[in-house]
């Protein structure tokens, strides 16, 4: 039986850190570790999570981009006490790349897996028709 795309069992690199000891060793790891440092409002650990030159996509459909602006947006979220919960649903991992359902990309950057694009709140996407401009 084939493993399942996003189980990943293979050995950490020489002189790497054991598997259960890195908190973002694959990209399911890396989305309970966001949610896990949102949950306890650490900030720090929310925002290494995320890739330097991540997107973050607020609930109205605002974006923003790099690490200290996504910062600044759940440094407010904290604040207002705002609770996110990450949970994939799915989970479809290509070589360096993973896409998470609802609203998540990870980029594999050396041993570590952080989010590149961030919409945890979902979005109002357009109907599939109208987005392209047909009509029934």
């Known amino acids: 039986m084939a493993p399942s795309a996003g189980l990943f069992l293979a050995p950490p690199a020489a002189g790497g850190a054991p598997l259960a000891e890195r908190?973002?060793?694959?990209p399911r790891l890396a989305c309970e570790a966001l949610s896990r440092a949102l949950a306890?409002?650490?900030l720090e650990s929310a925002l290494a999570c995320f890739?330097?030159?991540a997107c973050l996509i607020a609930?109205?459909?605002t974006h923003v981009l790099g690490q200290a602006a996504i910062g600044a947006r759940l440094a407010e979220s904290i604040e207002a006490g705002t609770q996110v919960a990450i949970e994939p649903l799915g989970m479809i991992v290509a070589g360096d790349v993973a896409l998470a359902q609802p609203g998540l990309a990870l980029r594999r950057m050396g041993e570590e897996w952080r989010i590149a694009i961030a919409a945890p709140w979902g979005w109002d996407p357009a109907p599939p028709l109208?987005?392209?401009g047909f009509t029934q």
């Open 23 to 26: 908190s973002c060793a694959t």
């Open 40 to 42: 306890q409002g650490d």
């Open 51 to 53: 890739c330097p030159d």
């Open 59 to 61: 609930p109205d459909g």
């Open 130 to 132: 109208e987005a392209i």
